[in-house]
């Protein structure tokens, strides 16, 4: 089992910046790579930025330019830094660890306003 922990979620103004984190515990030798995921309301789960364990990065279009993912493997803590917000940005931020099974954290709210 894996266990994840996300932190950093909020409200914050149309361009403003907010920083996620993300702890990984239990068997995280499992995991091939890590994900950022969002819900917003009415809309389905999707992934925004993924790290895998030899350091590919890849960003959701929509995002591209604007978040970015990075780690510290020495914490098992995985961050995504998200800049010039937009309110479409607003959703529930999910971390995520992707393997032979599939982990997700609890989720934490980032709200942009207009």
Known sequence: QVQLVES?????????????????????????????????????????AAITIGGSINYADSVKGRFTISRD???????????SLKPEDTAVYYCAGLGPTNYWG????????S
Do not use: H
């Open 73 to 83: 493997m020495a914490k098992n803590t995985v961050y995504l830094q998200m800049d």
């Open 106 to 113: 609890q989720g934490t709210q980032v709200t942009v306003s």
């Open 8 to 48: 950093g979620g909020g409200l914050v103004q149309t361009g403003g910046s907010l920083r996620l984190s993300c702890a990984a515990s239990g068997d995280v030798f499992t995991i091939n790579a890590m994900a950022w995921g969002r819900q917003a309301p009415g809309m389905q789960r999707e992934l925004v």
